[in-house]
Structures are given as C-alpha cells and as structure tokens.
Nanobody, 115 residues
Framework: QVQLVESGGGLVQPGGSLRLSCAAS????????MAWYRQAPGKQREMVAT???????SVADSVKGRFAITRDNAKNTMYLQMNSLKPEDTGVYYC?????????WGQGTQVTVSS
C-alpha cells in the first residue's frame, strides 16, 4: 500500500523560501519518476516539478529558476526547495508518481504566500 506524506508548508511573505518534504512508503521508490503537484484555490491540480532516474529534473515554466526538486532514494524522500515565492505559488502541494499518479494521494501541505 502506498503512503505519501507531505510536510514543510506554511505561511511565508513574498520573496521568502520554504522547503517541502515528501516521505514515501512505497516499494521500489527509487525506480519511479516522482513529481510535486500543486492545487491552487479554484484551480485544477498541476505538475510543478519532476525528477526521474537517475535524477533528471524538470520544472514548470512558472517556477523555473525559483524551485528545485531533489530526492534521497536511501530515505524514500523527495524535496522541493522553493525560493523567491510569489502569491501565485499559494496552494496545496502534493507529491506522487509521474506521469501516472498512484491511486492514493497524501493530505498535501498548504503553502500560503502573502504579506
């Protein structure tokens, strides 16, 4: 059974930084392409960043140059370093497999960027 636990969100002022963590209880974690997704209020969930094997990375244009995705396969953990945050980055952030997510989603972690 897959369990994904996101953490690290919070309230931050524009221009600030946060580091999100994703703890994955899933067999074979290192073999999966993983991603961070976010869902802003009233909008559909969107992919923010992906990390594949061995560690090829991509980020959405909206966060390019500001967000960085990493993973630690030994710890079954993935991270999202978010810098220069903007109000439009506000939303609930989730981690999951990419491009076909696991059926089970975590509770997400709320990120609010506001002055």
């Amino acid at each position: 059974q897959v369990q994904l636990v996101e953490s690290g969100g919070g309230l931050v002022q524009p221009g600030g930084s946060l580091r999100l963590s994703c703890a994955a209880s899933v067999s074979g974690f290192s073999a999966y392409v993983m991603a961070w997704y976010r869902q802003a209020p009233g909008k559909q969930r969107e992919m923010v960043a992906t990390i594949s094997i061995p560690s090829s990375k991509s980020v959405a244009d909206s966060v390019k140059g500001r967000f960085a995705i990493t993973r630690d396969n030994a710890k079954n953990t993935m991270y999202l370093q978010m810098n220069s945050l903007k109000p439009e980055d506000t939303g609930v952030y989730y981690c999951n497999r990419f491009p076909i997510p696991f059926n089970s989603w975590g509770q997400g972690t709320q990120v609010t960027v506001s002055s």
